[in-house]
């Protein structure tokens, strides 16, 4: 939940964005006149501020106690003597913040009181931020003599004994009492505090609203979370601390793409991942751009509900990213920079006990590992080097050869900014830089972030909003995944136990007729390699270059009607080369090389008029209309030189006979949208939101282009609603939504194409392999989401419940067709995929003290997903197949069924050895032909995360553990380690003695057809022993694993998080030329607690496809990053 | 505000309903090269699924040396098998399909004629891969497309040849698709004497099954012309940018010449084998006298050390190897002269009006196919002709003795199947490498007499039995299964590799 902390942050709290800066300076000039008849004070002081455009901060048990009805006219006056009239009946008192906040505070009463008076001083800062804090009230304790700290955070204050008790107080922070002791200066750290139903959200089109006013669930995350216990890719941040939500990252190395899924895949063949929104306006591109110092928030729109209002693109939810606004005030300098280390976490169980080779006989080119035991006996050199001829050298287990490989890796980041502003005008610059090795030597990251931001009050009516920022990253080496022969982590994995790290490293040779060549152990091999080699001599790099640009005018009409147009773009311009040196055997024998660009951008231009009014002492009125035009397009061109360079290793595209070109055009998409939502409030306690757009999309048959999809939500404060409610609740909000959201199709589906391709002598004319529909309609998701959200005893405890379900029908799919009938697929409308779940946050303060703390956030989400239906034509889709494992979506089955190889089992169901599996007299267990056993499925259990901060003074220390319970994935990894003999469970059973269904695979009782016919068999209990490379080879490697075998929990414990963070006191920086200094040791993804999977991380996946999910294939090792963070403020 | 329908239509693409005539022969290409070969580009995937993991080594032109290669060893990878019959399907029947629905709605006959001829050359080697397939109802739209059965599939052959050879008659000196055609150019003359030539390899094919059929299309053929030289034969283009998908394979270093073409060429010091296969790296190292080395089929993984094997054995001959390394990017072979007078020879034998007897039509098949594949002078192709010497024992680490007795010279004495073996196993050696058709002469005549493999890893199939044909595709099984079913009991009830195919009948003697 979102935290507030202090006038400092409190700069984006009116119900449109940027409006800040236009509130009303209380002493201006322009007058207001009032009216009030009967009306309760904290009505009054609503109205009184909605009037100048600020915003009423205050406790409730404060005013809402005071039963007292005003009645008083004012005429012509400004907005101080306005909350002075106002208030001159009571007794409470306001602060003016600097950011069009008042602050409603208790009268404070300085008595002269005839006793001995002690003089004491002292200064009030953040507890988290180390900011000073202004404005905090200060307050003899028992009494009303108090006072409020000055914009330096420092008080002074008369008292009668140094024995006597302070208390501090400020809205957005627990209050704390501090027993003086003696003391007469005093240094007081507040902890900030949520506070129940004020917090501000970001939704919508940058909207800011309240929680209480929410109908719907959100949760988000702030900059400090983001910049501390930095990621490389700043969404990995959410992992862990957002219910419903999943991420896996990508085995690409450094500069990564994670796939994020918000409860549950919901999308046929879709992403179902969410869309991101920066500052109101969604972005195209890889969210791993954005510079988490410029971040503000991330606030996580669960549901479609949330998101209704971004169409299309937002069925699977949004995130939405605030960014930081420069602050009215002198100029703030801060210097923040971030160290990390990386560090591999190898979990594969190597066995070094046999060496290269088979049957138990070494051969210096296996690449299997069934040889002899090294034992030191000498053996031929691998070399191929004919330098090396009859060399031997001591046959010794190299337990270290896979690690050697890999490298500690670093993130760094320096951020640079500036803020600054006058009351018409404020800027923020700031600047990134980032640099990043990962743990594969030569692959490395270089970003650099610069963005500028101005908001301007140009005329009393008018103000803009305008933001650009620019980033520039080189990805050097990039891991192709999987089981890519051009993926380094393919190779390392597969170093036979006995290979001296010293001999691979010398990866290449010249040999007699002065060409380079590969030094392998196996030179031609299809799909080996030396791990040196990859790394040194397959090499890529990725250059993107991205400009994101906003600018935003806001017209005020009056004071409760005001225009917004906005226009925006979000470009990239991307390019790359790969380039693999000759001898790189099947993939590249005579040398590759190949280029590539391409280009993408998105245009959003938008309008939205907003009407904002009370309309009655009970009833208000916000309401929207809204316009939005957005243009998609994008391009790529690459080459390359097929399969032959002329001269070797020299790399250009024109050193070959056969240039190879493509060209794409992308998927150019227009949108144009209409839309309309607004709210009605009761009292403030209760809250109605209705939300309609239609859509006219480009890539429809024009009679379906059109289409329009309503949301309506309520909510519902049960502590204003019901007086009676126990003193226990502090805060209790009932809410209940409905949406719909519709989505239109990919581009070009609509008619079928031919493609010309190059061959013969005047080329190749080939037909579309999809058939067009003319008839698509768009999809539908429909949500209903209900949400409890309880604070006890003063919020310090808290508990927020919501149940979701959803349905996406009439989902845009393609449905294979068998090939014969002319093509392998149409593209369709139909399938229905539920998701319904609970999502569970409990927060608690369980040591709330002047100097100790201890906050516990704990969040849990359930989520059961299910394939209610595909078509008609198909129960079952397929949407990937490779030698492992075909990936399909199965109706009556959680979305994405992993379907392998298994073992052939006992059918007859009256047998007496149903379901056992059937070894053959060989021994070895029979494999099912083709891929026809479910076998896997990722979609867990549950999840669950816990945050525990302490913090003692200027000291904090706060960790997350995150879990996972159920789902499981097939490793293709496991099954080619297992076959090439190189873990330690393939040594079992090397002489021989392995037994299935016994001795190995005990989980399996199998038997042995001993008689009978092949229609009436008659079985025996397996008593064949066999050998563990006769099973291994059986059941394994790359063209036909027997998927069943290599199924592995995904269920995880981690320490995602650990944190330590100081921030020196103002005694201790007040001498030198800084305002706040702060330093952080942080850790991510420390250690596993707990891990169900042998040999593998379960989490990382080959790609950020749904596909990806499920499957695991030599994706690099987990990597925990350790380091530390400073940060100073000028 | 942009024109929707203008955004949403690909501006690199055509639209397939406005395709006009000129771009028919583009497509009619398209057929042609991804029909036989699969895609176009450097990485001949579609061949290596379709062929050189399966034909090219049942039919024993060479042995894989690489680890994973299981089908070697009996194992049918239905992936591999899928990804051959997707590619086939899914990039070359459709275009044929639209070429010959777009000729006939255009009323262009010679187009389609040729087209038509050319659907039965793609379709043949399909039906002789797995037996019943998706033939007559190729291209209906529809969620399930029902599979013929070969008898039908073949009837059918013949009945397109007929109409087709009709039409092409009536054309002769005219051109169809010009220089889209990469087989004759578009000349109609060829595609008459290829038409007649298919016919009379398709009689062939059916002669123990249905032995009437086969010898009243068999004579119909000869009577109507088939390739009598080398001029005649029928190659496809291969350009820069459409490969001989060899010239990719062989930089694979996946496999090696087989003990059987090293047991014949050899035995008959055979001028083809230095065009044939390279020399092995290792040189003579068995010692027997020659560098061309060949290896067993179904070596188990253990005894494949596969850069040893590499070295040890011979590869393609240079014109199929890469640029770099000398090759030459040959033409794809698809039938020769020489395999029209073998099949004519077989014709005689059984007393068909053939024009030529046994021995005089199989001598000029040997001729036609030294001449086309050797620069051998005219008295050496006379020598080898009359050649006594037999297949040698390879004299290998497995003790392989000599694949069979037979020489070169005709048994004019022998059994009549002695002389058919002769027939065939010269046939096996002038079609190298068309293994497709090699391996379903193999079926359906056992000859060559090829060698047991080291080893099967199909419990079905001993080393010493035989790998019939191959199964449904996966894909199959998930889109069409309806379909599959029916075709299962087309097929007498069951999927296996071990089933015979409809003219697989030769009687067991």
Request: aromatic share 10%; with cysteine.
């Amino acid at each position: 939940q979102k935290v507030r902390k202090g006038a400092n942050s409190l700069d984006n709290s009116k119900a449109i964005s940027s409006v800040a800066s236009l509130s009303t300076p209380v002493d201006a000039v322009p007058t207001f006149s009032f009216s009030f008849k009967e009306v309760p004070l904290k009505d009054a002081l609503q109205e009184v501020a909605e009037k100048g455009r600020m915003k009423l901060l205050f406790n409730h048990s404060l005013v809402l106690t005071d039963d007292n009805k005003l009645t008083m006219e004012l005429r012509n006056v400004n907005l101080r003597e306005a909350f002075e009239q106002t208030l001159s009946q009571s007794n409470l008192d306001f602060i003016v913040s600097g950011n069009g906040y008042i602050i409603i505070v208790p009268k404070l009463v300085t008595q002269t009181i005839n006793v001995q008076q002690e003089d004491i001083s002292g200064t009030v800062s953040d507890a988290q931020s180390g900011d000073p804090l202004p404005g905090v009230n200060v307050l003899l304790k028992g009494t009303t003599t108090g006072t409020s700290t000055e914009s330096d955070g420092n008080f002074e204050l008369t008292v009668p004994s140094l024995q006597d008790t302070l208390i501090f107080s400020f809205i957005g922070y627990q209050t704390q009492e501090v027993p003086l002791n003696g003391r007469s200066t005093l240094e007081i750290n507040l902890q900030p505090q949520a506070i129940a139903g004020d917090e501000v959200v970001v939704t919508a089109f940058g909207l800011e609203r309240e929680t209480q006013s929410l109908t719907y669930s959100t949760q988000s995350v702030e900059n400090e979370q983001l910049t501390e216990a930095r990621e490389l890719n700043v969404v990995n941040s959410l992992s862990g601390e957002v219910a419903g939500l999943q991420i896996n990252q990508a085995g690409t190395g450094v500069g990564g793409s994670s796939r994020v899924v918000l409860r549950g895949n919901r999308s046929i063949t879709g992403s179902s991942q969410p869309l991101y929104v920066v500052d109101g306006v969604p972005i195209r591109g890889e969210v791993s751009d954005l510079n988490p110092d410029n971040i503000q928030s991330m606030n996580v729109l669960k549901g479609p509900n949330a998101a209704a209002l971004y169409g299309s693109a937002a069925q699977n939810g949004a995130i939405v990213i605030t960014t930081k606004k420069g602050q009215q005030g002198e100029v703030d300098f801060s210097l923040s920079s971030n160290f990390m280390f990386r560090d591999p976490i190898l979990l594969t169980d190597y066995q070094n006990q046999y060496g290269q080779g088979n049957g138990g006989v070494y051969s210096a080119s296996s690449e299997f590992n069934y040889g002899p035991e090294m034992n030191g006996q000498m053996v031929e050199h691998w070399s191929p080097n004919p330098e090396n001829d009859s060399q031997e050298y001591e046959f010794l287990p190299q337990p270290n050869n896979v690690s050697d490989a890999f490298q500690t890796g670093y993130n760094s980041s320096t951020n640079l900014s500036a803020s600054m502003g006058s009351e018409n005008v404020q800027a923020l610059f700031s600047y990134t830089f980032t640099d990043a090795e990962g743990v594969v030597p030569n692959n490395a990251l270089e970003r650099h972030n610069i963005s500028a931001r101005v908001n301007s009050q140009l005329t009393d009516k008018l103000s803009l909003d305008s933001k650009l920022s620019y980033m520039r990253q080189v990805i050097d080496n990039e891991l192709p995944t999987g089981e890519n022969f051009a993926n380094p982590i393919r190779h390392i994995y597969r170093m036979p136990r006995n290979v001296r790290t010293a001999d691979a490293k010398v990866f290449e040779y010249t040999n007699v007729s002065g060409a380079n060549r590969q030094h392998f152990w196996n030179p031609g091999s299809n799909g080996g390699a030396n791990p040196y080699w990859t790394m040194n001599r397959n090499l890529n790099e990725n250059t993107r270059n991205r400009v994101i640009a906003l600018a935003s005018l806001t017209y005020d009409f009056t004071d409760y009607l005001r225009l917004m147009v906005r226009a925006s773009y979000d470009g990239e311009n991307g390019e790359y080369n790969i380039k693999r040196y000759n001898d790189t055997y099947i993939i590249a024998d005579n040398g590759y090389y190949e280029i590539g660009q391409s280009s993408g951008l998105e245009w959003n231009g938008d309008f939205l008029l907003s009407y904002d009014q009370d309309l009655t002492q009970d009833w208000s009125l916000e309401a929207n209309v809204g316009g939005n035009i957005k243009q998609q397009r994008n391009s790529a061109i690459n080459s390359n030189t097929n399969n032959a360079l002329t001269i070797p290793n020299f790399f250009t595209i024109s050193n070959t006979q056969n240039v190879v070109s493509n060209e794409s055009v992308g998927s150019p998409v227009d949108v144009y949208s209409l839309y309309a939502f607004g709210q009605i409030a009761w009292q403030d306690a209760i809250f109605l939101d209705v939300t309609g757009r239609n859509d006219w999309s480009s890539t429809l048959p024009a009679d379906n282009r059109s289409y329009f999809y309503p949301s309506v939500g309520l909510s519902t404060d049960l502590t204003e609603l019901i007086p009676e409610l126990p003193e226990l609740f502090s805060y209790a909000q009932l809410r209940g939504s409905w949406a719909k959201v519709g989505n239109s199709a990919p581009p070009f589906m609509t008619q079928r194409t031919a493609s010309l391709s190059a061959g013969g002598n005047n080329g190749f004319l080939q037909l579309s392999t999809t058939l067009p529909n003319e008839r698509l309609k768009p999809e539908e998701t429909e949500s209903f989401e209900v949400g409890l959200d309880l604070r006890f005893l003063d919020d310090r405890l808290g508990l927020d419940v919501t149940y979701y379900n959803t349905h996406t029908r009439d989902q845009l799919f393609q449905v294979a067709v068998p090939v014969g009938s002319g093509a392998s697929s149409f593209f369709t409308n139909g399938g229905d995929v539920s998701n319904k779940g609970y999502e569970v946050l409990l927060s608690a303060t369980p040591v709330q003290t002047p100097d100790f703390n201890w906050d516990l956030k704990m969040n849990f989400s359930a989520n059961e997903n299910m394939v209610e239906e595909i078509s008609e034509d198909q129960p079952r889709l397929t949407i990937t197949t490779d030698f492992l494992r075909a990936f399909r979506i199965e109706e009556g089955e959680p979305y994405g069924q992993v379907y392998s190889r298994g073992f052939e089992r006992v059918t007859k169901e009256d047998s007496e050895h149903f379901g056992k599996v059937i070894v053959g007299s060989d021994g070895i267990p029979e494999i099912t032909s083709g891929l026809t056993v479910p076998v896997a499925n990722f979609t867990p259990d549950w999840r669950g995360g816990i945050r525990s901060t302490f913090s003692y003074k200027n000291l904090s220390l706060s960790f997350l553990i995150d879990h996972r319970q159920g789902g499981s994935v097939v490793s293709l990894t496991n099954a080619i380690l297992y076959y090439n003999g190189l873990t330690t469970q393939t040594l079992q059973g090397r002489d021989g003695g392995l037994v299935f269904g016994d001795n190995i695979f005990g989980g399996e009782p199998a038997v042995v057809q001993t008689g009978g016919t092949e229609d009436d068999p008659v079985y025996s209990e397996n008593t064949t022993s066999i050998n563990a490379e006769q099973l291994w080879t059986s059941i394994g490697g790359r063209n036909t694993p027997v998927g069943e075998a290599f199924v592995e929990d995904a269920t995880n414990t981690r320490l995602r998080e650990l944190k330590i963070g100081y921030s020196l006191p103002q005694s201790m920086i007040g001498r030198l030329p800084i305002s706040g200094l702060k330093i952080s040791l942080v850790g991510r993804n420390l250690l596993f607690l707990h891990r169900a999977s042998n040999n593998i991380d379960p989490d990382l996946m080959t790609g950020t496809n749904a596909a990806a999910e499920g499957f695991e294939s030599f994706t690099p090792p987990s990597s925990r990053t350790f380091g530390a963070n400073i940060n100073i403020d000028f | 505000c942009t024109d929707f329908e203008e955004l949403n239509t690909p501006d690199n693409e055509l639209i397939a309903d406005n395709l006009e005539s000129s771009q028919l022969g583009q497509a009619f290409a398209q057929s042609q090269f991804v029909g036989m070969y699969g895609n176009p580009g450097a990485a001949p995937g579609a061949f290596q699924l379709s062929q050189s993991l399966y034909s090219d080594i049942y039919a024993q032109y060479f042995a894989t040396t690489a680890t994973t290669f299981d089908s070697d060893q009996y194992v049918e990878i239905g992936r591999w098998t899928n990804g051959a019959w997707n590619y086939f399907y899914g990039s070359a029947a459709p275009q044929l399909e639209f070429v010959e629905d777009f000729t006939t709605e255009q009323g262009m006959e010679v187009e389609n004629a040729v087209a038509r001829v050319w659907r039965v050359q793609l379709y043949h080697r399909m039906t002789d891969y797995f037996g019943p397939i998706i033939y007559s109802e190729f291209g209906n739209g529809e969620t399930s497309v029902a599979y013929d059965s070969q008898e039908e599939v073949y009837n059918n052959f013949f009945a397109v040849l007929d109409s087709a050879v009709t039409v092409l008659e009536a054309n002769t000196g005219q051109n169809a698709f010009g220089n889209n055609d990469q087989v004759f150019e578009g000349s109609v003359d060829q595609w008459l004497t290829f038409a007649n030539s298919l016919r009379l390899r398709l009689a062939m094919r059916v002669r123990y099954v249905s032995p009437d059929l086969a010898q009243t299309e068999a004579e119909k053929a000869v009577a109507a012309g088939v390739m009598q030289s080398n001029a005649d034969n029928a190659t496809l283009l291969t350009t820069p940018n459409s490969r001989n998908p060899y010239t990719t394979i062989t930089d694979w270093g996946e496999f090696r010449m087989s003990s059987a073409m090293e047991s014949t060429l050899e035995g008959y010091e055979d001028p083809r084998m230095g065009k044939y296969f390279s020399q092995a790296v290792d040189g003579d190292a068995d010692g027997d006298g020659s560098p061309y080395e060949g290896m067993r089929n179904g070596l188990p993984v253990s005894q494949k050390d596969q850069s040893a094997l590499n070295a040890a054995y011979s590869d393609m001959g240079v014109d199929w190897l890469n640029d770099s390394r000398g090759g030459t990017n040959p033409r794809i072979r698809i039938m020769s002269s020489a395999e029209a007078y073998f099949l004519r020879a077989e014709g005689a034998l059984l007393g068909w009006a053939m024009n030529g007897s046994a021995q005089e039509l199989y001598e000029q098949g040997i001729r036609m196919s030294l001449m086309e594949r050797t620069d051998a002078s005219s008295s050496a192709i006379d020598a080898y002709v009359a050649g006594n010497d037999t297949p040698i024992s390879p004299d290998d680490v497995w003790d392989t003795p000599a694949m069979t007795d037979i020489p070169v010279a005709f048994d004019t004495g022998g059994s009549m199947e002695r002389k058919l073996e002769q027939i065939i196993t010269q046939k096996w050696l002038a079609l190298y490498p068309n293994s497709k058709e090699a391996w379903a002469e193999f079926r359906r005549t056992g000859y060559p007499k090829l060698y047991p493999r080291i080893n099967s890893l199909n419990p079905d199939i001993p080393v010493t039995g035989d790998f019939q044909r191959l199964t449904f595709v996966e894909d199959e099984y998930a889109d069409n299964r309806e379909a599959v079913m029916n075709a299962i009991e087309l097929l007498g009830g069951e999927d296996e590799n071990t089933i015979k195919l409809w003219w697989d009948a030769k009687p067991e003697n």
